[in-house]
């Protein structure tokens, strides 16, 4: 019954929902996990994700544990991070560019890829919706992100972000053109602030 308590407790802790691997840290045999599901106390989100019950599935968050790579970035980071109104169609993600994706490919997701010293710069953790921390590129990244390209470029969606990203928060502007000048969109972002300023 104690292990039991524990699977609780670790439920309380990460909003209702729980993964295999963290019950095999905690030290708990994955039995109970059985037993919890078999009396209806668990439902199985997706291979080691479970979830209870009454508890909505957070879809970031089984995304984030099965694609541990993966970090939502573009739209999906502009949602997290509230500089959005839109509801994306889709989660985007990057991934290091030797990663291989084609299981992801038939998945929800949005699949972009970057080189390894590109793809580490402005890893963050943020909040979903429902509470589970996910890995997410920062706000200034998230900008540079959206702007880079022509044919993804939506200049709605870059002015709607910048705007609400200068009147909601504290905006890092070194740190903004920092990452401008090495993802190279120093021109675009300098022209978007200058009118917004």
């Known amino acids: ?15 209702g929902i729980i993964t295999a691997s963290q019950i095999t840290d905690a030290g708990i045999p994955r039995y109970y996990l059985s037993i919890m599901l078999k009396n209806h106390e668990l439902t199985k989100a997706d291979r080691g994700v479970y979830v209870q019950p009454e508890v909505w599935e957070d879809e ?13 970035s573009h739209e999906t980071a502009l949602d997290i991070h509230g500089l959005t109104d839109r509801m994306p169609g889709h989660y985007v ?3 290091p560019a030797n990663y291989n994706t084609t299981k992801l490919k038939q998945k929800i997701i949005k699949i972009k890829k970057s080189k390894l010293k590109i793809y580490e710069l402005g890893i963050v953790e943020a909040l979903t919706a429902c509470g589970n921390k996910v890995k997410v590129y920062d706000v200034e990244r998230t900008l540079c992100d959206i702007c880079r390209g022509k044919k993804e470029f939506d200049i709605q969606l870059v002015n709607e972000a910048l705007k609400n990203y200068l009147k909601n928060r504290k905006p890092d502007i070194y740190k903004l053109m920092k990452y401008a000048k090495i993802l190279r969109v120093k021109n675009k972002i300098q022209k978007y602030m200058e009118i917004l300023l």
């Open 60 to 72: 970031l968050f089984i995304l984030q544990y099965k694609y541990k790579r993966g970090i939502f």
């Open 93 to 95: 993600m990057t991934f």
């Open 1 to 15: 019954m104690k292990y039991k308590n524990k699977i609780e407790n670790m439920l309380k802790k990460y909003n």
